[in-house]
């Protein structure tokens, strides 16, 4: 079998290769950046779909789901956003053979489609806090290169938006987001900084964004998603508006937090290897792959084979059997591609015995049962998840390094940590040091060991900086 | 409170009053015919998709999604689909301020879209069958008067595709797709008729077609899904072939089977009644509403009910509790508008005896618990289903008569089954008596006691005729 791309050398040729030989997504349709998904990447969402609804439900949003097409008049109310957006919509301008009387944008992200809606569904304080989210597509007329699941023109996407009676909610939706999120991304096991993105840099619209992001590879980093708080820009031109406890009528504070299938695309990049993806247990489409070895002597491996996929169903685990006529070696290099936590191999031995050999996807190989094999095999789920953390973590730790000087940026081969006064010409210094973006300032308290900043890398002036990053967003 | 209007004399007025009143949909968006999800409707949707994602996973299909657009060139290529489906496309002719070269339609159906990269996939005979499906958004530029779930420009649609190794495997898939349908349709609590579409009214580009239909209210009828067998007619234009066994290129042999939103407004036209939506338990987004009802003596009820909220959900039911600040009269109201199978009353003397006053949502009152209260709500709701769907049959069955001359079709207050010869030019001699459609030919064994047919209802020759269905689709 001829051998990966380095991922480290060569990134983004190791990252395409993966997702061919993994079959995570069919890139040969007939429209640029819009991708198949194939059954396997399919059932990888939906895992990950299932873990942003359980989280974010828990939080007491409600889902929704709003139409894809927004009239062209909504879509021009707020008018940093439309400047954001207008470069990058599809329109509709055709029914039929009917010209519209009023174009049509495929919705880009869904403030414009629902903000109308918004401001007839919030009446009073009671109405308030309304809180929905849905999983929907969304469109870009992307002009950059794309990229499965990193940069598409269709984009199955997760947007929650929310109404206040202030900012000081607001604020406090934005920080229910961050644990959201910090519980989510546990469950997908991947590491992250939550920084604020410069003003430059921020949504179109927003009062702030924060944005999540994962160190890839040497100084390169991907965002996972990004929570912004509106204030009152949007309720404002859409007139979202509500009677207060003492009569007055007050514009709601708006936040909104977005994720994407690029979640699928970091996991691949940052737990992937030489061998193809490895998923954690929670995102697998497949769980245990068990791969029966036929053999001239011994039992046929079939029975037990079926009654241990039954039993591992039975509790709650996604099992696939193998049982193609390909050789055990090419169905081991497959579901090593594929990124199955857990293989289990059972030959004539263990079809007598009632046991399997394991072999989790970092390659550690125990036999197990007959006693409480069910158990030990939920067991070592458990632990190859908590391993494949450890090591994420590791690298993540790895991936960054502080830099006193604009020097040290050029040429990073790391993610860089500096002090920054927080002038925007000092940004930019940045920006054009590392050729790459001022990622933001850090939010909250990172998961890195950081004293107290110095003077800014750029002015080198003291005091009043803060911990910035500065990177090469993917 | 106003009543609701009758629904057997004016269906229409009372179904969109239904839908207003237990917030099922929310059509005020600005685009006609593209109507809102709201959480509650979200919820119910939700339900419905897992039913069919359970049904049709068993019969081993699996998910997959494609792009929404679909370009003018592959859309083109099959020449009855085409002219089936010009007239109502949404055309996407720009991208930003750029002039597409190639317009992009959003997919009325995925058949266009699928079935150049199904010739990519399929090579030998070892990748038959091929069986996928997808639930996802398809669009329709309908000039018609549209109706909430029954008749939309934006539909949440269930497409299954399949290629087969001749026509027999085909025809095979169609008869699982009807079984599938059948388990399917008992969930929801749906009787229905199958018949084969006469040939002037099959899919655009099918060799036949069977539809699902229901009785709704005198002769009219809602088409609740549709399975068509294609042959060769797609597989011809897009070239999906495959080795055969001895070598020979072959042509697959496809079918679909396709499921809409229209289930949901189906569901809502069947069991509803003159106090709103009547769910069965598999679909109701909540199957236990509790209302805690305070009173100036005695416990407060709250804790009871929490508790009792907590178990039930540990036994897989969704509960919702009602801790709004209306007077219980009020919610009773709004949960039987709603469709909650089940509404448990606790006051302050269920509070102290932990037990609870169960109403269920045709009428039945009962007081249940302490002991073994988990399993009495069980068995109620079990209860209520099979009552609910024994009631539904009844109408069912009572919703069509036989016609014997076609005198007797105009006007008809029923659903006519009569006998045909099979002449198109008979079949629109019935559908201008009847003022409708004939709907098809009865399909397998109808749930209708029916006995060998007599002469055609039109052309009264005797010999070679079959029972036919006419009515008024919805």
Redesign the interface.
């Known amino acids: 079998m001829p051998a990966l791309p380095d991922k480290h050398r060569s990134f983004i040729e190791w990252y395409l290769e993966v997702l061919e030989l993994a079959q995570l997504t069919?890139k040969?349709?007939?429209?640029k950046g819009?991708?198949?998904?194939?059954?396997y990447g399919?059932?990888a969402r939906?895992q990950l779909d299932r873990i942003l609804i359980e989280e974010i439900e828990a939080t007491g949003s409600?889902?929704?789901?709003?139409?894809?097409?927004?009239?062209q008049?909504?879509f021009q109310k707020e008018k940093e956003h439309i400047k954001g957006f207008?470069?990058?919509?599809?329109?509709?301008?055709?029914?039929?053979?009917?010209e519209l009387d009023i174009p049509?944008v495929?919705r880009p992200t869904s403030e414009t489609?629902m903000y109308?809606?918004f401001a007839?569904?919030i009446r009073s304080h009671q109405d308030l806090p309304l809180n929905?989210y849905q999983i929907v597509?969304t469109?870009r007329?992307e002009?950059k290169t794309t990229r499965p699941f990193l940069r598409v023109r269709?984009i199955h996407f997760f947007e929650e938006h929310t109404c206040q009676v202030d900012e000081g909610h607001a604020t406090a939706r934005v920080e229910s987001n961050l644990g959201a999120f910090a519980r989510m991304a546990r469950r997908l096991g991947l590491p992250y900084l939550a920084v604020r993105r410069p003003e430059w840099d921020k949504f179109a619209g927003a009062f702030y964004s924060i944005a999540l992001d994962a160190p890839v590879s040497g100084a390169q980093t991907i965002q996972l998603g990004s929570i912004h708080h509106y204030r009152e820009n949007f309720s404002g031109p859409y007139n979202i508006r509500y009677e207060g406890p003492d009569g007055t009528s007050r514009l709601v504070h708006q936040t909104t937090f977005g994720l994407s299938e690029r979640l699928l695309g970091a996991l691949v990049a940052v737990h992937g290897d030489g061998k193809g993806i490895v998923f954690p247990p929670e995102v697998a489409p497949y769980q245990v792959v068990i791969v029966p070895i036929p053999s001239k002597m011994g039992p046929d491996p079939r029975p037990w084979t079926e009654e241990l996929a039954g039993r591992l169903r039975g509790r709650g685990l996604r099992v696939e059997i193998d049982a193609s006529e390909d050789r055990p070696g090419a169905k081991y290099y497959r579901w090593e591609a594929r990124g199955a936590p857990l293989r289990l191999e059972i030959g004539g031995r263990e079809s007598a015995e009632q046991s399997a050999t394991a072999v989790d996807r970092l390659g550690t190989k125990v036999p197990i049962g007959p006693v409480g094999i069910e158990d030990r095999i939920l067991g070592l789920l458990g632990e190859f998840d908590r391993r494949l953390y450890a090591a994420a973590e590791e690298r993540f730790r790895a991936s960054y390094a502080t830099a006193a000087t604009l020097e040290e940026l050029t040429g990073s081969e790391k993610v860089r940590l500096i002090a920054w006064c927080g002038e925007e010409a000092c940004g930019h210094d940045v920006e054009r040091a590392i050729d790459g973006a001022l990622l933001g300032t850090i939010v909250g308290d990172p998961p890195l060991p950081l004293g107290a900043p110095g003077p800014c890398v750029a002015c080198r002036r003291s005091g009043g900086t803060v911990w910035a990053v500065a990177g090469r967003p993917l």
């Not at 819009?34 to 059954?39: G, R, S």
């Not at 409600?62 to 927004?70: A, M, R, W």
């Not at 470069?87 to 053979?97: I, M, N, P």
């Open positions: 069919d040969r349709y007939p429209v819009m991708n198949v998904w194939t059954p399919f059932l939906r409600k889902p929704v789901e709003f139409p894809t097409l927004i009239p008049t909504e207008d470069a990058q919509v599809y329109w509709v301008t055709r029914g039929g053979a009917t049509l495929l489609a109308p809606m007839l569904w929905v597509n469109f007329y002009t269709e």
